[in-house]
């Protein structure tokens, strides 16, 4: 088989079909896994999933964990949710860089005898009887420019690749998921965030906290190290590029007079919207803008061509869904492509993990009946819920949980 993307979800994906005793090949048209913590949060299901794998104990030794998200009205705590209610082995939410995510997956696939292919893109693909036919770009780069030169990159040749299952886990503009033409069902309009992690002088804390107003969902997450993560969002007016490529950079130059602005937006953007915030930001140690679009694929594939991860679905950030409920799809898409593969099962499989995801990320986006109030439900709480839902960090029995907490009904 044949993934397509080196991000958490494609790297678990080829290290459970290569555990599993299948034939696979993984290719990624960067040229390292991120530099920065995208996705910064690993929900108490994905601690499990890594837990069986072995993998938890480094996870978690490099990561903080989070006992509790709070909900904010300005300077007003309105609600908490206690990721240590439903118990089991992992009863936290646990914050750590993408980059060293990234880096632990990668070295266990490393050790499975498996290397991603990095300056390998994705071009196209075609059916062909039991098998899927792929061609792949290899990518190089040029300098151009004579005053100022920068790097262009360019396809340096052109690979035809034949696999019997292609598995694309290549992120929100999914080229596997544009080729097989599968479209979007959106529950909402894109929103926009901008992103800023930087040093505090302040002892770290062991709680999320989520600043909730009229028209903006914002995220104070803690950080291993004494660091913090400002996600703010953006209103009307305050403009943002094209979403961005991922930094693969894991070094970010100073630029003081830069920073200086950076550090006064954020102070001025936290006292706006969340008063109570008072550690001062003391370093810039990464900033960018992102763009998400809460929506699902309305396949999840077809025939020998399947999607997981990002490429598939997206939420709101404050969650962490799009990610974690992603590893899980890696590990059920596997379970059935080795039945496939090994034990001759019918395609059925595929077609019940398409069914399944479906059913659950309707009720993650809420398109359904969504959240629903009780007759004792928080007025507060009540009239935020379709807010409040895609902050929660959870699917299946673990978000009816929290959301109970909230005395809601999912």
Known sequence: MLVVGAGPVGLLTAILAAEAGL?????????????????????????????????????????????????????????????????GTF???????????????????????IRVEWNHRFADCREEGEQV??????LGGTATGYIVPHWETVVKSQVAVRARFLVGADGFGSRVRQRLGIEHNSAA?????AIYEFETDEPGETEVKVALDDATSNVLWP????????????????????????E????RFAQPTVDEEIRQYVAQAAKQRAPWFTARVRGITWCTDVVFEPRMATQFGRGHCWLAGDAAHQTGPVGVQSMNVGLREASALV???????????????LESYDRERQQEWQRLLGLGSGARARDDTDPWVSQRRAKILPCLPGSEADLTGLAGQLRLDV
């Open 23 to 87: 034939k696979v090949r993984i290719i990624d048209q960067e040229t390292r896994t991120a530099a920065r913590s995208y996705a910064c949060a690993l929900q108490p299901q994905s601690l499990k999933l890594l837990d069986e794998m072995g993998l938890a104990a480094p996870v978690v030794e490099q990561g903080l964990k989070i006992g509790t998200m709070a909900f904010y009205d300005r300077d007003s705590r309105r609600a908490e949710v206690r990721l240590s209610e439903p118990g």
């Open 91 to 113: 009863p936290f939410l646990l914050t750590l860089p993408q980059a060293s995510f990234e880096g632990i997956l990668e070295q266990r696939l490393r050790a499975a005898g």
């Open 133 to 138: 036919a792929v061609t792949v770009e290899e």
């Open 189 to 193: 309009g894109p929103a926009f965030f």
């Open 223 to 246: 950080l291993p190290g004494n660091r913090y993560r400002w996600t703010f969002q953006l209103v009307k007016g305050e403009g943002l590029g094209a979403f961005p490529e991922k």
């Open 248 to 251: 693969r950079r894991s070094v």
């Open 335 to 349: 379970r059935r492509l080795r039945l496939i593969l090994r034990e001759r099962a019918s395609h059925e499989a």
